[in-house]
């Protein structure tokens, strides 16, 4: 038996169309990158935990100081901490992508018969999967400390859509950030920074209308506030304007410029 | 009778912005046999097996392996070929199982022949107890084994092997020796590369010597030893006689010198003959000699004498740039 095993040119690959191997490998991949979420649960609390936290913060210690007209400070607090969920989650993109080609699991994957660039792939269409585990969680959460949605079956439903489609987005633009750094640490930090004014500097936690004109003028137009109001508009009914088609606007842009971006930029990386 | 030839490459050049790596490297590696590519470090050897693997694209050179071109069909070279790098390459998280099953359907294996064959090289490589745990908890050498499991998976006829023991305890770099013979034996082409003389010397039919971005030597272990003459003497100068002088006075012929312990080696090209002419023309200077020992060469010597410094680094190298 043991020379049969080692016997060269002892065994023939499948014979598929490439459509298919597109399919397959992207396929094999994302089974890999999910693997990696249940085998490092850690990571997913931490991704669950953190907003939690900012939830009763917002909730108990600073929201009674914070005046949102008719809505209640609670209702109009989820809509941003579920945005703001999904933009920290999707940058473990950027790690996944990051730890990939600092080790040497990269050239494996560049020295086989796929498509190699179906690796971000995974890590992107995983990060999905975590994003939508940890915004039930969230929602769970949110109707213990008072939230009362009035969002019907199909304003769920587009809520979920637009919460996936921004994850999208913003996933691609951290394996790009993946990509570009020199170290895992880096990515951290780099992708911390990256998130932190676009979160904060938001109607996630307070209105925009208090804030400084300048910073206003950023925080009404950028596309973080926008999902956030459409989402917001969606679950409890505050009015929605033009805030829907602007953030899927956004996200569709921001996918159509990074997809091919980050797939130019893996091959570069890859063949340097 | 005509040679066939499962790796050519000829006149590989590489370089990293102004500096030049690969000079034009010519090898060819004949089907069913190993090639060790032995040199220092920063010789080019992974470079070169990075260009030869489709990882790096090369500037100038052409390569076929097994009949694909490398340039114009790269995914076909792909097929054809496993490769185990300087470090393991597998997924952390995941367990050897896993690993081994996905890296088959990645080679495009079927569901089937994937998890058949993982089961039998998580056999052949003794790590079945551990098939289940994930590589995190693995050591060092199951990890290699692991590794080269990998670029196994779909019986590759063409394996590269950059540096498989470097770093490995003796005992696993002798496990790795046994399973790279049985490759060969069942068939497979070894290109492997070595900072190691022995290793080169115990695996390899053929051997490209490489410096510097070039192929300095290449040839049988034997062909090369040749270079340095059957017999290696190694003589030590008296504390009374001038080292240095000892030193001019077998100028040119001098393999090896270490002033600490007042070493000469010297290539054996003339039998006894020559032996007797180097000792008269240090009688002839004066010098004494304490201790005369006479070796079978070692890669060591041809190394060193091709190149003019060690193969590895060590206090005599260091002493000789001073």
């Given at each position: 038996?043991?020379?049969?095993?080692?016997?060269?040119?002892?065994?023939?690959?499948?014979?598929?169309?490439?459509?298919?191997?597109?399919?397959?490998?992207?396929?094999?991949l994302?089974?890999?990158?999910?693997?990696?979420?249940?085998?490092?649960?850690?990571?997913?609390?931490?991704?669950?935990?953190?907003?939690?936290?900012?939830?009763?913060?917002?909730?108990?210690?600073?929201?009674?100081?914070?005046?949102?007209?008719?809505?209640?400070?609670?209702?109009?607090?989820?809509?941003?901490?579920?945005?703001?969920?999904?933009?920290?989650?999707?940058?473990?993109?950027?790690?996944g992508v990051a730890n990939d080609m600092q080790r040497g699991i990269i050239d494996r994957f560049r020295s086989l018969?796929m498509?190699s660039s179906a690796v971000l792939?995974g890590h992107?269409?995983?990060?999905?999967?975590?994003?939508?585990?940890?915004?039930?969680?969230?929602?769970?959460?949110?109707?213990?400390?008072?939230?009362?949605?009035?969002?019907?079956?199909?304003?769920?439903?587009?809520?979920?859509?637009?919460?996936?489609?921004?994850?999208?987005?913003?996933?691609?633009?951290?394996?790009?950030?993946g990509l570009?750094?020199?170290?895992?640490?880096?990515?951290?930090?780099?992708?911390?920074?990256?998130?932190?004014?676009?979160?904060?500097?938001?109607?996630?936690?307070?209105?925009?209308?208090?804030?400084?004109?300048?910073?206003?003028?950023?925080?009404?137009?950028?596309?973080?506030?926008?999902?956030?109001?459409?989402?917001?508009?969606?679950?409890?009914?505050?009015?929605?304007?033009?805030?829907?088609?602007?953030?899927?606007?956004?996200?569709?842009?921001?996918?159509?410029?990074?997809?091919?971006?980050?797939?130019?930029?893996f091959r570069?990386h890859t063949t340097r | 009778?005509?040679?066939?030839?499962?790796?050519?490459?000829?006149?590989?050049?590489?370089?990293?912005?102004?500096?030049?790596?690969?000079?034009?490297?010519?090898?060819?590696?004949?089907?069913?046999?190993?090639?060790?590519?032995?040199?220092?470090?920063?010789?080019?050897?992974?470079?070169?097996?990075k260009?030869?693997?489709?990882l790096?694209?090369?500037?100038?050179?052409?390569?076929?392996?097994?009949?694909?071109?490398?340039?114009?069909?790269?995914?076909?070279?792909?097929?054809?070929?496993?490769l185990?790098g300087?470090y393991?390459a597998v997924d952390?998280?995941?367990?050897?199982?896993?690993?081994?099953?996905?890296?088959?359907?990645?080679?495009?294996?079927?569901?089937?022949?994937?998890?058949?064959?993982?089961?039998?090289?998580?056999?052949?490589?003794?790590?079945?107890?551990?098939?289940?745990?994930?590589?995190?908890?693995?050591?060092?050498?199951?990890?290699?084994?692991?590794?080269?499991?990998?670029?196994?998976?779909?019986?590759?006829?063409?394996?590269?092997?950059?540096?498989?023991?470097?770093?490995?305890?003796?005992?696993?770099?002798?496990?790795?020796?046994?399973?790279?013979?049985?490759?060969?034996?069942?068939?497979?082409?070894?290109?492997?590369?070595?900072?190691?003389?022995?290793?080169?010397?115990?695996?390899?039919?053929?051997?490209?010597?490489?410096?510097?971005?070039?192929?300095?030597?290449?040839?049988?272990?034997?062909?090369?030893?040749?270079?340095?003459?059957?017999?290696?003497?190694?003589?030590?100068?008296?504390?009374?006689?001038?080292?240095?002088?000892?030193?001019?006075?077998?100028?040119?012929?001098?393999?090896?010198?270490?002033?600490?312990?007042?070493?000469?080696?010297?290539?054996?090209?003339?039998?006894?003959?020559?032996?007797?002419?180097?000792?008269?023309?240090?009688?002839?200077?004066?010098?004494?000699?304490?201790?005369?020992?006479?070796?079978?060469?070692?890669?060591?010597?041809?190394?060193?004498?091709?190149?003019?410094?060690?193969?590895?680094?060590?206090?005599?190298?260091?002493?000789?740039?001073?």
């Amino acid at each position: 038996m043991a020379e049969q095993t080692l016997q060269a040119g002892s065994i023939q690959p499948e014979k598929h169309s490439a459509a298919y191997w597109v399919f397959s490998d992207s396929w094999v991949l994302i089974k890999r990158s999910l693997t990696h979420i249940i085998k490092s649960l850690d990571q997913l609390l931490s991704v669950v935990l953190q907003p939690i936290m900012f939830m009763l913060l917002f909730r108990y210690v600073f929201g009674g100081a914070i005046d949102t007209g008719p809505t209640s400070y609670v209702n109009f607090l989820v809509a941003g901490i579920l945005v703001q969920t999904a933009a920290f989650g999707a940058t473990t993109t950027a790690l996944g992508v990051a730890n990939d080609m600092q080790r040497g699991i990269i050239d494996r994957f560049r020295s086989l018969p796929m498509l190699s660039s179906a690796v971000l792939t995974g890590h992107v269409v995983s990060d999905l999967v975590r994003n939508t585990i940890s915004t039930i969680i969230m929602i769970l959460v949110a109707l213990a400390v008072g939230f009362s949605p009035n969002a019907d079956p199909l304003e769920w439903l587009m809520v979920f859509g637009i919460l996936l489609l921004f994850t999208f987005a913003i996933s691609w633009l951290s394996a790009i950030l993946g990509l570009l750094a020199k170290s895992v640490e880096a990515v951290q930090w780099f992708s911390f920074i990256a998130i932190f004014p676009l979160t904060f500097a938001s109607s996630a936690f307070v209105p925009a209308e208090t804030m400084h004109p300048v910073l206003r003028g950023f925080a009404e137009n950028q596309p973080v506030t926008h999902t956030i109001e459409a989402i917001r508009a969606l679950l409890v009914g505050t009015p929605i304007g033009n805030h829907g088609w602007i953030a899927i606007a956004w996200a569709l842009g921001i996918i159509a410029i990074t997809i091919p971006l980050a797939t130019w930029l893996f091959r570069r990386h890859t063949t340097r | 009778m005509p040679k066939n030839y499962a790796i050519v490459a000829k006149g590989l050049k590489k370089s990293y912005k102004k500096l030049e790596v690969l000079k034009g490297i010519d090898l060819r590696v004949e089907q069913g046999t190993i090639l060790a590519l032995l040199g220092p470090n920063g010789a080019g050897k992974t470079t070169t097996v990075k260009i030869l693997s489709t990882l790096l694209a090369a500037d100038d050179g052409q390569v076929t392996i097994h009949g694909y071109d490398l340039h114009k069909e790269p995914d076909g070279v792909r097929s054809v070929i496993g490769l185990t790098g300087q470090y393991a390459a597998v997924d952390e998280y995941l367990t050897g199982r896993e690993n081994l099953e996905m890296m088959g359907r990645l080679y495009r294996l079927s569901q089937a022949d994937a998890k058949r064959r993982s089961e039998e090289l998580l056999q052949q490589f003794d790590l079945i107890d551990a098939a289940g745990r994930s590589v995190k908890t693995y050591s060092g050498g199951m990890r290699r084994r692991l590794d080269l499991a990998i670029s196994l998976i779909a019986a590759p006829p063409i394996i590269f092997l950059d540096e498989p023991t470097t770093g490995l305890d003796p005992r696993s770099r002798i496990a790795m020796w046994e399973i790279i013979k049985q490759l060969v034996g069942a068939g497979a082409t070894i290109l492997l590369t070595t900072q190691y003389l022995d290793e080169a010397d115990l695996l390899a039919d053929k051997i490209a010597v490489i410096d510097g971005g070039k192929v300095i030597a290449e040839g049988t272990a034997d062909e090369l030893k040749q270079h340095v003459g059957n017999e290696r003497l190694e003589l030590t100068i008296a504390k009374g006689s001038n080292f240095q002088k000892a030193q001019k006075v077998v100028d040119g012929e001098a393999l090896q010198v270490d002033s600490k312990r007042r070493l000469l080696s010297i290539a054996m090209t003339g039998g006894v003959k020559h032996l007797q002419e180097i000792l008269n023309k240090l009688q002839a200077a004066g010098i004494e000699v304490d201790g005369l020992s006479l070796h079978k060469p070692t890669l060591d010597d041809v190394f060193l004498q091709l190149t003019g410094h060690q193969a590895t680094k060590d206090d005599v190298a260091e002493e000789d740039k001073k």
